[in-house]
């Protein structure tokens, strides 16, 4: 059950305006975001959207199911890359992959800009703490 109902919205563009995100952590709500290609899905040069990986849609269905607010967010959906359009065919294409692996009641939003969240899982992260610290 989303923690804010009424938010999502996948048959218009509307709910890539709105920082519910940011609502939902003021009301105490855990935001959990994810990147897509590459972290919930196989990463294809194509852009086509590959097979789920396993591990991570997991962790997106238990964050989901302990109440977290989750975010999937993906350059595919930001307009200042994409055209309208454009963004409107991958906005339909990654409902079909959610509704296709049983993905899409486990979303509570969908960005084309980086969310703000509480965690964020994203296969090209690197977290500041694994730098080693510059000799003098």
Known sequence: MNPLPGTVRYDSLSSFD????????RLGVRVV???LDGTLAEEHPDLTLGEPIRP????LIA???????????TTRLNLRLWSKQ??????????????KHGLVDYVTLLVGDKP???????????NPKELEP???
């Open 63 to 73: 964050e989901h199911k302990a109440g977290s607010y989750t975010v999937i967010y």
């Open 86 to 99: 454009e963004v409107k065919l991958h906005h339909h294409l990654i409902f079909q992959w959610l509704c």
């Open 18 to 25: 709105v920082k519910d995100e940011m609502q939902a952590h």
């Open 134 to 136: 510059t000799p003098p």
């Open 116 to 126: 703000y969240a509480d965690e964020y899982w994203d296969n090209r992260a690197r």
């Open 33 to 35: 975001a994810f990147d």
């Open 56 to 59: 991570m849609t997991d962790k």
